[in-house]
């Protein structure tokens, strides 16, 4: 059974950093495509970053481009998400994601099969 367990989530100044982590298992780690997404309160999942199966493979969504970086260790069954220069607006919580046959990297949170419980990152202004 795969799981996905987010890490490292916590209150951050306006500004600051911030790395969250997901640790995988039940799964072939170093095949699936993952991604990070997030989610305010009565608003639906807005996807971060997601990256191929191997990791060299990376996608951002625009608001984070050039501040948020995610790298994905296969020999570790963990994936990353080093936020810098956070903003109040990012305040959510932050969820992993995987999917299976992951060749290329996946934006729709309805391509992925498997979802952690979730972070919550609170950035205060």
């Known amino acids: 059974q795969v799981q996905l367990g987010e890490s490292g989530g916590g209150l951050v100044q306006a500004g600051g950093s911030l790395r969250v982590s997901c640790a995988a298992s039940g799964c072939t780690f170093s095949t699936y495509a993952m991604a990070w997404f997030r989610q305010v309160p009565g608003k639906g999942r807005e996807f971060v970053a997601g990256t191929d199966w191997s990791g060299s493979r990376t996608y951002y969504a625009d608001s984070v481009k050039g501040r948020f970086t995610i790298s994905k260790v296969n020999t570790k069954n963990t994936m990353y998400l080093q936020m810098n220069t956070l903003d109040s607006e990012e305040t959510a919580v932050y969820y992993c994601?995987?999917?299976?046959?992951?060749?290329?990297?996946?934006?729709?949170?309805?391509?992925?099969?498997?979802w952690g419980q979730g972070t919550q990152v609170t950035v205060s202004s």
């Open positions: 994601a995987a999917r299976t046959r992951g060749t290329v990297v996946y934006t729709s949170q309805w391509e992925y099969n498997y």
